[in-house]
Structure formats: structure tokens, C-alpha cells
């Protein structure tokens, strides 16, 4: 057993800690086909609840994404044997969505503690107006951490493997974060509560890189 199959091992299970940290900050009670998680505002249901299910949240993606990032860099490795170019981009990539992943989420648990204790002082427009006044700070970030940990690791691994620079079959190509939402997204659809999207990607390019380690 290789380095690359005994940290794929790990980001495996970092990737569950990851997909489990996005379930607290779902809305409580049966699913909705509709529902996303809110990025801006408020979501009055945070109210409700305590604020042990965002500390809890926050530690999880603490520990989980870690190992995403080992895998993304790993992999990155391996491409590095076949092309440079495109394992270097990986690596950039990699390095950004280090500190945009958690500051992302971290913004994410902080905003319903803080509305939590802001709605008990304040009348509910001047908490939204409070709550408003974040978002600026974090609209550049999420936009990176999207690019970066969805679209960025997904196109560069694609293109590695359609051009043989990560030698495994080509039905790796569903082994990302965009593989993960065209898999669990129908079941949305249905009505399955999905949470952790993201982190499913994760440990979809863990398994990617397993496979690439043993080839």
C-alpha cells in the first residue's frame, strides 16, 4: 500500500467530516426540493435553535477539509509526471481554496450565532440590516472558494485525464465535486435531504486518487 492509497484512505474520511459539517446548517424538519443554503441574509429558523449545531458544523469542516486539500495536492503530483502546466494549476488552486473553504465556512456558523443573539435585542429589520452588512465582506471569497473548489479542481483533474496526464479510465471523470452534483442532485429533486455536496466531491477525488496511486 502506497502513500497515495493511505492518504486517499484519509481524505476519504475527511470527506465525510466535510459533508457532515453542511448538515447543521440546514434548515431542521422534512426536506425541500427548493430549499438551498442561504449565502446572503438571514434564515429565521436559526432562531430556534441552538448554537451547539454551528460550533459543531465549524469543527467538522476544521478537520475535514484538510484532506481535501492533501488529495487535491497529491494528485497534483501525480499529473506533475506528465504535464507540469496543468499539475501546477492544480497546486494554485489547491493553495487558494485553503483559506477560502473555511473562511467561507466559518462565515457560515458565525452569521446564525451572531442573528441569534441579535434577534433577542433587536427588532427584526434592524438584526436583517446588521446581518445585511456582512455579506460584502465575503462576496469575493465565496466567489474564489466556488471557482476554486468546484469549477477549478473539476475542470483541471477533467482535462488531466482526458489527456492521459492522470493515467485511469475515463470514467474518472465523474470522480469530482461536479460528478458528486449531477449524482446527488436528481435525488434532491425527489426529495431527499442532501447536505455536504461539496465534501462528496471530496471523497469522490479521494477515491480518484486511490485509483491513480495504484495504476
Known sequence: MNHY???????????????????????????????????????????????????????????????????????????????NALALAL????????????ICHAVFCIKPVLYRRLCKKMSDDESLKVMNSIDPFMKVPMLIGALTLWLGSTVIVAAAILTGALNVPKICLLLNPVGALLILFPLKKLGVKISGVLGAGFILLSVLLIIAGVL
Do not use: H
Open 5 to 83: 492509497v493511505v492518504l486517499g484512505i484519509f481524505g476519504i474520511i475527511s470527506g465525510i467530516a466535510a459533508s457532515l459539517a453542511d448538515v447543521p446548517l440546514a434548515r431542521p424538519g422534512k426536506a425541500n426540493p427548493g430549499e438551498t443554503l442561504p449565502l446572503n441574509g438571514i434564515s429565521p429558523w436559526w432562531a430556534d435553535v441552538t448554537d451547539s449545531r454551528f460550533i459543531v458544523s465549524f469543527w467538522l469542516s476544521f478537520l475535514g477539509q484538510p484532506g481535501a486539500y492533501v488529495t487535491m495536492w497529491l494528485l497534483a503530483d501525480l499529473i506533475s509526471r506528465q504535464n
Open 91 to 102: 497546486r494554485i488552486v489547491t493553495f487558494i481554496a485553503c483559506y477560502t473553504g473555511l
